[in-house]
T-cell receptor
Framework: GENVEQHPSTLSVQEGDSAVIKCTYS??????FPWYKQELGKGPQLIID?????GEKKDQRIAVTLNKTAKHFSLHITETQPEDSAVYFC????????????FGGGTRVLVKP | NAGVTQTPKFQVLKTGQSMTLQCAQD?????MYWYRQDPGMGLRLIYY???????DKGEVPNGYNVSRLNKREFSLRLESAAPSQTSVYFC?????????????FGPGTRLTVT
């Protein structure tokens, strides 16, 4: 089955700096790569996703890049703000019906004011 | 539009007791999922239901059973709880065939087995 590894497990950045989280996956058939943000006491919420036919996607201060050959993808957050403090999860799946996601272990991001 | 709701929010069980976690969604989604979240291990899929009337095992199904009661509701049952099942349980749902594969998560149930 799929295996997703995520690094680092914790990340502390100064407000205004950039944050980068990296994930690798094992299943070459995976074609859907979402990123979720989880705030304390809440369920995860999708913040951005990318499909295998796209190399990069951007949404305001958040961007995701995908390297299918190397089987890794990354989340980039620019101009970090205190409200970006949360746990972030990457995931991978083959998409389609019964979209089974395999999650990475999570990264706890702390943005220091 | 409440999204995905889960009951109860918290539960404490003794080893060997049984309980059912309830999940409902009001987004007319076809697919529903149960995950457990343990520290440092992300979320792991227990069972999923690709569509009404079907259920399949995920990564960690042992000790659990599920029922897709109708399109809206998907329950998770622990027949004989064990301390290893202490975890936070999340239900999620997603549409099929639309422009997005986004899974929408409920607020979670924090379960402690003593």
């Amino acid at each position: 089955g799929e295996n997703v590894e995520q690094h680092p497990s914790t990340l502390s950045v100064q407000e205004g700096d950039s944050a980068v989280i990296k994930c690798t996956y094992s299943d070459s058939a995976s074609n859907y790569f979402p990123w979720y943000k989880q705030e304390l006491g809440k369920g995860p919420q999708l913040i951005i996703d990318i499909r295998s036919n796209v190399g990069e996607k951007k949404d305001q201060r958040i961007a995701v890049t995908l390297n299918k050959t190397a089987k890794h993808f990354s989340l980039h957050i620019t101009e970090t703000q205190p409200e970006d403090s949360a746990v972030y999860f990457c995931a991978a799946s083959r998409g389609a019906a019964g979209n089974k996601l395999t999650f990475g272990g999570g990264t706890r991001v702390l943005v220091k004011p | 539009n409440a999204g995905v709701t889960q009951t109860p929010k918290f539960q404490v069980l003794k080893t060997g007791q049984s309980m059912t976690l309830q999940c409902a969604q009001d987004m007319n989604h076809n697919s529903m999922y149960w995950y457990r979240q343990d520290p440092g291990m992300g979320l792991r899929l227990i069972y999923y239901s690709a569509s009404e009337g079907t259920t399949d095992k995920g990564e960690v199904p042992n000790g659990y059973n599920v029922s897709r009661l109708n399109k809206r509701e998907f329950s998770l049952r622990l027949e004989s709880a064990a301390p290893s099942q202490t975890s936070v349980y999340f239900c999620a749902s997603s549409a099929v065939g639309g422009p997005s594969d986004e899974q929408y998560f409920g607020p979670g149930t924090r379960l402690t087995v003593t």
